[in-house]
């Protein structure tokens, strides 16, 4: 009873976060006869795609690269650099994308000059930014899998003389899979190339949006952020732009699938992970002092030239209390918009201790993986009428979407509570006669509680720091902080603009350290009875 | 892990996970819709490009002869719009890939002048939308431009230019556009500008709006500093971020605050606020995030709500 009560609330809550938005994008694509002319490869969509891919894939293939040294360390590294390298090396992904594409132009203004806009240096910049932005994904997947090759393997092959061969073998599925993902999160970013008009998928479907046609030399994209989500419930150009935005949107979505069904393959056939850690390692396979010199190489790289820049470039001395008084209505927007989608993540957590959660968390993978912009069009379009104004003229549409967005990551730590090392605690307290209700209360949360309450604050991190759908969105009710700075990542040397920066930065870091010590908290009692087991 | 232990842990996480659960949603509840939004007498513009629609429109300026506004938006249309808001022309910048312009303003002589903030000029039409002359280019020096703002003029027919960029700063030209004077710095002191985005002139005495500084500052026109009126905040009398400005015929400020959306009405003797309107928020009577205001002569104000697509017209 209690499990089916359970499910039946996280599929309502999935259902309305995910399900809805998906059922509409799935409608307009069977509905619209725009969405087939996009299929008839003209010379300007295959120019598009052409460009999006390339500039997305080359991203991916340098963030890949750069994050090999820190994944060895992360996957066979010892002591402190190693620490070090697990807590530094997230803190790029943590920043938001315009708060990190603006830290690296400022330094190229700093030691050198701004590319011309829309130039080949200006997409080579981008391109660059998106790079060092994302090269944490990589390195966590690869690291990890690499905790997850069978030591004695390796071991072998290190007396073989071919210890590097056999081992980019076996991680040649999860080199593969970091690629495809990180092309995915590429492809949907626009918040990069758009402060300098530079033409892919994702620019071009916020154009279509907010002005009914893709850029031209009449339509510049050239701007700070439109109002998209603009009151118009009677108008029928909103939904004809809705529309066409969704047709524009079609190739990316191709791309997506493409790439996220070969990830998953990848991962699956070729990997060699079949546990979350197989142990320890012997000493004569830890990273060596080359890769991890390299690895806080990278990380000095992608995290601290960004944040080293703008502390710079800040023409004022920095005055942490004029700064919170002069950005207090976004701060306390965009906390609260964080707050409560990390609350309703951690409820989903909760709920997936409890029931079956494997159909819900695909929903919500898809609705990440479709990305901010298509989804904010869609609950626009979905809660733009007066009957609905109390989600779309409040807080609530803006969490709805961080949900449906980032809900999987609580639905996963919940998840990770029923999983085969956790069935025996379950399976002890079902013998003494306890309820799932009784298990959960008495057994589960006492244990799991940390990990459960780090996936909330994960969502809730990444909530305060999304781009796509909070520009779509632009939430007034309260205002949040990533719109306003929006409108000033035109100006470089801005200060209101590197002071916002800075505190949003400052915010997510210290929210991200406790996610990471609850994370911590939360996995080791069960990962330590592991280790146990094996002795 | 012992059965101490777990005992130990229960009570505190499920109560607590539990009861944070259960004080979100009146959180939610009470965000929601706070706050009473006083309507506006009418609302102009609508969503999209062509006349009478505007996409994040940012420039206001009202010509008193003629009784019409000119308003510029980020699709760089420039559009003239009769006393109740209906469109009567349109045109577009020359040049608009590497940004448009923030500002525009009536001359004494009629024409429209307009800060071409990211092509570092000042371009005049005449009101039909044909281009009349232009002058300046980007530096530092003399005559030259970073982001130029806005343009006002005094009774004399000189033109002072305000712009930032890191070399924020008031440029004064005579009406053929000849450099004549500059006064202000970058910085935070008296008589320093963090981007001055908006001037008004009244007799001797000008106004700027020092939006990163959250101030207004009165200036002689000869530079000389007089005061700052108000500080970084919410409340009346403070500011954030403001970025439009102009005065009333009772010569009281009236200023649009891009940080607070609202418009305040400012007492220039005593610096004091005497009254806001709007909110944040996207139904009439609120705003998101709005750039600029002007007052026609019949004492109306109109309101630059760029988030939202529109312009709404109130009175104090």
Known sequence: ?535 | MNADNTMHWMSFPSAFICAYLRLVPLLLIAVAGCGRSEKPDEIWCETGVGPGKVVYPRGIAYDAKTDSFFIVDRTAQVQRLDKDGKPLAEWSMPDHLIGKPVGLSIGPDGNVYVPDTHYQRIIVYDPSGKEIRRWGKGGTGPGEFIYPTDIAFDEKGNVYVSEYGDHDRIQVFDMAGNYLRQFGSFGTGDGQFRRPQSMVITGDTMYVTDACNHRIIQFKLDGTWVRNIGQVGGSLGEFRFPYGLDIDAKGRLIVCEFGNNRVQLIDPQTGKGIATWGQPGREPGEMAYPWGVVVDKRGRVVAVDAGNNRLQVFEF
């Open chain 1, 1 to 535: 009873m209690t499990r089916r009560f359970s499910t039946a609330i996280l599929l309502l809550l999935v259902g309305l976060c995910s399900g809805l938005p998906l059922a509409w994008m799935a409608w307009h694509l069977v509905t619209n006869p725009e969405v087939w002319s996009e299929f008839h490869l003209t010379a300007f969509r295959l120019d598009l795609l052409g460009r999006t891919l390339g500039y997305n894939l080359s991203a991916a293939l340098i963030a890949t690269a750069l994050s090999i040294p820190a994944a060895i360390v992360i996957g066979r590294g010892r002591g402190v650099v190693a620490t070090f390298v697990w807590c530094a090396l997230p803190i790029s992904l943590f920043m938001p994308s315009i708060v990190y594409t603006y830290g690296w132009a400022n330094f190229l203004l700093w030691v050198w000059k701004t590319p011309d806009f829309q130039s080949a240096g200006d997409v080579a910049r981008c391109v660059f930014s998106l790079a060092t932005w994302l090269t944490p994904l990589p390195a966590f997947v690869i690291g990890l899998a690499l905790r997850t090759i069978d030591a004695n393997l390796q071991q072998q092959a290190m007396l073989d003389g071919a210890l590097w061969r056999v081992t980019l073998r076996q991680l040649a599925g999860p080199i593969g899979a970091s690629v495809l993902l990180c092309t995915v999160l590429a492809v949907q970013e626009f918040a990069v190339y758009e402060p300098t008009g530079i033409s892919v998928i994702a620019t071009e479907l916020r154009m279509v949006f907010d002005t009914g046609a893709v850029s031209s030399t009449t339509n510049s994209m050239l701007a700070p952020i439109g109002g998209g989500a603009s009151r118009e419930t009677t108008s029928p150009d909103q939904r004809a732009r809705a529309a066409a935005a969704v047709a524009t949107a079609v190739p990316m979505l191709v791309m997506i699938a493409a790439c996220g069904i070969v990830g998953a393959w990848l991962l699956k056939t070729f990997s060699a992970a079949d546990a979350i850690d197989a142990g320890p390692w012997p000493n004569v396979l830890s990273a060596g002092w080359i890769s991890k010199s390299l690895a806080i190489g990278v990380i000095a790289l992608i995290a601290g030239v960004p944040l080293v820049t703008l502390v710079h470039t800040l023409s004022i001395p920095i005055q942490p209390i004029f700064i919170l008084q002069e950005f207090a209505p976004g701060v306390f927007g965009s906390m609260l918009g964080g707050v409560l989608a990390g609350s309703a993540a951690l409820l989903l957590a909760v709920l997936a201790t409890l029931g079956r959660s494997r159909g819900a968390i695909v929903a919500n993978l898809i609705t990440f993986l479709v990305g901010g912009q298509l989804l904010a069009i869609a609950l626009i379009r979905i809660y733009n009428r007066p009957s609905l104004w109390m989600v779309y003229d409040t807080i609530a549409i803006t969490v709805i979407a961080y949900v449906a967005k980032f809900g999987w990551i609580g639905l996963a730590a919940g998840r990770f509570t029923v999983s085969h090392r956790w069935r025996e605690l379950r399976d002890l307290a079902a013998v003494d006669g306890a309820t799932p209700l009784q298990t959960l209360a008495g057994v589960i949360l006492p244990i799991a509680w940390p990990l459960l309450v780090a996936g909330g604050v994960c969502v809730m991190v990444l909530s305060i720091t999304e781009v796509s759908a909070t520009l779509l969105l632009m939430p007034m009710k309260p205002q949040m902080l990533t719109p306003q700075m929006m409108s000033w990542v035109h100006a470089l040397h801005f200060d209101p603009m590197i002071e916002a920066s800075l505190l949003l930065t400052a915010i997510v870091a210290m929210l991200a350290l406790a996610a990471v010590g609850l994370g911590w908290l939360g996995t080791r009692p069960i990962l330590k009875s592991a280790a146990d087991g094996r002795r």
